[in-house]
């Protein structure tokens, strides 16, 4: 840092932070470490009697965190994110839509072995709305080399978007609610409902549902007539157990699915099965997904409908974190089931 007089400090970086007090009114900083001086500032700091001030002395090659903050932002930023304008040498990155958060972790790695600079953000693959802050970035000093951000942004074109939203696509989904129990009358139907909210809630629309016996025939005819009518996603549900009347996963694969597991490490939904017909997803959905509040359908859902192929080596990791507590005020997205 050097001594300047206030007269000569436009446009220098302020060293350290200013109180001012006006007896009954305000006592706090008026001016903080870091701030950019400006022409209609040099009036305030000579009421305030700062006739001298400390500022930093950006020597060449060096640049202040606001500048490089928001150059980092830019540079690991991908569709579907907002950056906010510096304040206090921070940036925030926020959604502009309702989609899938996805994280380059190796991208996000490697930004942050850049000394003197940090990205923070959200857990990846988790559903975010339109206006959720899901990163910030900032640099530790003061100022920085020049240099060290232009490697930082090289690194970030390399691993290239670190951070995006991907938006939901509309799909058609067809809904196969199995079980003798409903299918005769005997009770009614209360996974539909459920479903229908679900899908309705992130714009897509439910294209059927139909109520079949505990008869494998009756799902594969079921299933197929789906796929003809143009679903783009089928949900089964019920009859995923291992009892000898659940039969809905030997339908899913009579109707030529594609199985990708039967079982999941994640409670609820233990007995999830994921299968494609083509492209078609088909998911067979346990009980667990009509009476609690968050499952692995919401853990999986998003993905599907942001356009991902869903893989075993995937299932298999989301054991790691994939245990709902059931707490008495449920904040999902906003806790660590599925993290």
Request: glycine content about 10%; hydrophobic content about 40%; some cysteine.
């Amino acid at each position: 840092m050097k001594t300047v007089a206030v007269e000569a400090a436009e446009g220098m970086v302020l060293g350290h932070d200013l109180t001012q007090i006006v007896p009954g009114k305000f006592k706090g900083v008026r001016f903080r470490k870091g701030h950019i001086i400006k022409k209609e500032d040099i009036p305030h700091l000579l009421n305030m009697g700062k006739k001298n001030i400390f500022v930093w002395d950006l020597a060449d090659g060096f640049i202040h965190e606001d500048e490089a903050a928001l150059r980092i932002a830019k540079a690991v930023a991908g569709n579907g994110l907002k950056l906010s304008v510096p304040r206090e040498g921070k940036v925030e990155l926020s959604s502009e839509i309702d989609g899938l958060l996805k994280v380059n972790l190796q991208g996000l790695d490697a930004v942050n072995t850049f000394q003197g600079t940090i990205l923070s953000c959200l857990h990846t693959n988790q559903r975010v709305t339109a206006g959720k802050v899901v990163a910030g970035t900032r640099i530790i000093p003061l100022v920085i080399e020049n240099t060290l951000i232009k490697d930082l942004e090289d690194s970030a074109r390399h691993n290239f978007p670190v951070i995006e939203i991907k938006p939901y696509q509309t799909f058609k989904v067809g809904i196969i609610t199995t079980g003798s129990e409903v299918y005769e009358g005997r009770i009614k139907d209360a996974f539909g409902p459920v479903l229908r909210k679900k899908v309705e809630e992130v714009g897509s629309t439910v294209l059927k549902q139909v109520i079949v016996s505990d008869s494998v025939a009756m799902i594969v005819s079921a299933i197929q007539s789906m796929v003809t009518q143009g679903a783009d996603l089928i949900l089964t549900t019920g009859g995923m157990s291992v009892d000898p009347d659940d039969v809905t996963p030997e339908g899913i694969r009579q109707a030529g699915g594609r199985v990708v597991t039967y079982g999941a490490p994640v409670l609820p939904g233990a007995m999830f099965m994921m299968a494609y017909i083509g492209d078609i997803p088909v998911m067979g959905l346990p009980g667990c997904v009509m009476y609690s509040r968050t499952s692995i359908f919401d853990l999986i859902f998003p993905r599907v409908l942001a356009g991902e192929i869903i893989t075993r080596d995937e299932i298999i990791k989301l054991g790691h974190g994939s245990m709902c507590l059931s707490c008495p005020e449920c904040t999902y997205p906003d806790c660590g089931f599925g993290k």
